[in-house]
């Protein structure tokens, strides 16, 4: 299934499509032309005919007289031809009244204007007819039956309907196999987009060894690619070296302070040294949470180093642990977990997105609350708790950096928690978003929404 709707949606099975139809289209105008063609001139060869033989029939009477004109007429009649259109006349009076000929009646046709057209003879088959006046009290009607087409029109039909076959199949797979090879050298630049690894890098350069335009896209977007590359790997390796400078002197500091304390100062003293070090180990896991998010969102798409997961038993061995503690702290932890949800994905990482999420239901449900945590297939996380909730004007900007959430949050913690998480959620394809609840706060994480 999903590889119909792959297909559908592709702009080459498109064009193929398109081709198709558009062969199938001309074949049909051609054989509708053909046909229109062969009654149009299948009726400008009968009234040519009618024609002809009614300017004998009057060069008989002008010659003659009326009896040789309605001997000639039965003799016609006696020797009409077996291949051709059958012809039928009638020689009448001023009245209508038959003299010769094998029609009883005289159609509504103006014989003084040598009027044409379409009759029916005995009220069942059509002839073209025309008359004349060939004196005051004499006038004459020759009609000749249509030729039966059906024959020469089922023969046409059937070579139009298997050249029309024979045309779709060639131009089907014609456009199938260049359409295939298109889609085939779009898909290897897609990919390295999708995963730009060195394999990836490496077969867009072979790809691009000609001179059309897919390959000069080709090139093009392994240049950039690997710009990008080397940019990301630059800014994490200033990001790391930044980190470790930073984090060098504050270790260091710490490690005074833990001397200060030994020192026995005195009780005031103590307290004090003992905030600055909470200070300090604020500070690095605020550095480590900017550093995590920094990593997650460059590598935002990216499915290199992606591994298949277990998010069942990873949610579950959590909720467990989770529970425990739980009981300590006056909460209550209630979970369901669907055993076999699997997800592409970095472990650690979807356990540091599930703590944090369990952490701040935690952290702001006062005691005797409820934190629940559900699984399901999608996968589908959803995270919610009866506590005092979010503030209403802060619900759109909770996922940014250094938002604490309105009153929920109050001034604890530098807000980076929720940001980590959506960053983790986007290197996965995951979205996070808070669902409005009555009570509490309630966080779902599911697939990317398709745009």
């Known amino acids: 299934m999903s590889r119909l709707i792959l297909i559908r949606h592709s702009i080459f099975a498109q064009i193929v499509v398109w081709a198709i139809a558009t062969a199938a289209t001309i074949t049909f105008g051609l054989w509708a032309l053909t046909n ?24 008989i009477y002008a010659s003659g007289d009326e009896h040789e004109l309605a001997k000639r007429i039965k003799d016609r009649l ?41 009759v029916r003879i005995d009220g069942n088959e059509g002839a073209f007819a025309r008359s004349t006046q060939l004196a005051p009290n004499l006038r004459l009607l020759v009609a000749h039956e249509y030729n039966d087409l059906s024959v020469l029109q089922r023969q046409v039909a059937l070579v139009f309907l298997t050249g029309g076959v024979l045309a779709v199949l060639a ?92 020192a026995t100062p005195d009780g005031e003293t103590a307290a004090r040294i003992a905030d600055a070090r909470k200070e300090i180990r604020g500070i690095i896991r605020m550095l480590e949470s900017l550093l995590d998010i920094a990593a997650s969102e460059a590598r935002r798409g990216d499915r290199h180093g992606l591994s298949p997961v277990d998010l069942s038993a990873l949610v579950t061995r959590l909720a467990e642990l989770y ?19 699997m997800i592409d994905g970095e ?61 929920r949050f109050g001034t604890e913690g530098a807000g980076l928690g929720l940001a980590l998480c959506r960053a983790i959620a986007e290197r996965h394809h995951l979205e996070i978003n808070l669902v409005p609840t009555e009570k509490g706060a309630c966080f779902s994480v599911t697939p990317e929404s398709k745009r």
Not at 225 to 251: G, I, Q
């Open 36 to 59: 229109a063609t062969i009654q149009r001139t299948n009726r400008q060869a009968l009234e040519r005919a009618v024609d002809v033989d009614l300017a004998g029939m009057v060069d």
């Open 78 to 118: 006696a020797l009409q031809p077996r291949a051709g259109a059958t012809a039928h006349y009638l020689l009448a009076d001023d009245q209508g009244n038959r003299i010769a000929g094998d029609l009883t009646r005289w159609p509504g046709l103006r014989a003084g204007l040598s009027e044409a057209g379409d």
């Open 171 to 262: 131009v089907a797979l014609g456009g199938w196999t260049a359409a295939h090879r298109l889609a085939g050298r779009l898909e290897r630049i897609n990919a390295a987009f999708r995963q730009p690894d060195d394999a990836a890098l490496e077969q867009l350069a072979r790809s691009s060894v000609g001179r059309d335009e897919i390959d000069e896209l080709t090139s093009h977007s392994g240049n950039a690619l690997s710009r990008l590359k080397r940019l990301a790997a630059a800014h994490r390796e200033t990001s790391d070296h930044v980190a470790h400078e930073m984090r060098t002197p504050l270790m260091h500091l710490d490690n005074r302070l833990v001397k200060a304390l030994a």
């Open 323 to 341: 529970a425990d503690s739980a009981e300590d702290s006056g909460h209550h932890l209630a979970f369901d977990v669907e055993p076999g949800v």
């Open 347 to 407: 472990e650690m990482q979807l356990t540091r997105l599930v703590t944090n999420l369990l952490d701040n239901a935690f952290k702001f449900v006062p005691a005797g609350g409820t934190v629940r945590l559900t699984l399901r297939q999608g996968p589908r996380l959803v995270v919610s708790d009866d506590g005092p909730g979010i503030c209403e004007d802060q619900r759109e900007r909770i996922f940014e950096k250094f938002s604490r959430g309105g009153s």
